[in-house]
């Protein structure tokens, strides 16, 4: 469920499993922008990607902290498994860790609670699936980001094939200029871009991105997700 509603989002998912052909099975299943990893490989991609889902049927922690760097991204990971597929130890500031059996316990003993505990507790699983679904909301932009990245790089070449053409560059500055170009324009576009992340976030994302297509013309139907990921 999960992989499909990063996948409506716009995301990239890697499925990783110590049975290759489940993996195989399961990627095919879901379609487009889905990959197989290898499970040698799972310290590698701990510490690359920002989001993470667990679910095995293993007896002891698969995911330990030797097996884990400090990095500056702010990693958010799930683990859906009992017993536990990443273990208690891993305390990094940027890494945040959701337990099912940690809420399992709470379901379990909330005839014990007294109401306002239970309460307590209701608004803490409500604030950490917000916070989820806030984050899988901001997805829902990066086609439209993408898309002005791809349209702003297609006109700086074609600007500067122009000029080079008509003889007022040497072609063998053709290809700095280009660069240079796109350059520019990705800083010019940093802090609007920041700004619609930020803006994707609220509950009338779907009206704040259609606006800004409206706004820039832009046709995301043929934005393949993986460019500038």
């Not at 996948?7 to 499925?15: K, Q």
């Not at 293993?58 to 273990?87: C, G, H, Q, Y």
């Amino acid at each position: 469920m999960a992989a499909k509603h990063l996948l409506r989002a716009g995301a990239d998912v890697l499925i990783v499993s110590r049975t290759i052909a489940h993996a195989q099975s399961l990627a095919e299943e879901l379609g487009e922008n889905v990959k197989v990893g290898e499970y040698e490989k799972l310290s590698y991609y701990l510490n690359k990607y920002r989001l993470l889902f667990t679910a095995t049927r293993a007896k002891e922690p698969i995911i330990t902290k030797e097996m884990v760097e400090e990095k500056l991204i702010n990693r958010t990971w799930f683990d859906m498994a009992i017993p536990r597929d990443i273990s208690k130890d891993i305390d990094f500031d940027n890494i945040k860790v959701y337990y099912i059996d940690d809420l399992q316990a709470i379901s379990s003993s909330n005839h014990a609670l007294r109401r306002e505990k239970a309460l307590e507790a209701a608004e803490i699983v409500s604030e950490h699936k917000d916070n989820f679904l806030k984050w899988l909301h901001a997805l829902a932009v990066e086609p439209v980001i993408k898309q002005m990245r791809l349209d702003v790089e297609n006109i700086v070449k074609s600007e500067v094939q122009r000029v080079v053409k008509k003889g007022f560059v040497p072609k063998e500055y053709q290809q700095s200029l280009e660069h240079m170009g796109v350059q520019l324009f990705d800083k010019f576009l940093h802090q609007p871009t920041k700004q619609m992340r930020q803006l994707a976030k609220e509950s009338d994302q779907e009206n704040v991105i259609e606006a800004i297509k409206e706004i820039f013309a832009l046709n995301t139907d043929s934005v393949d997700p993986k460019i500038y990921k």
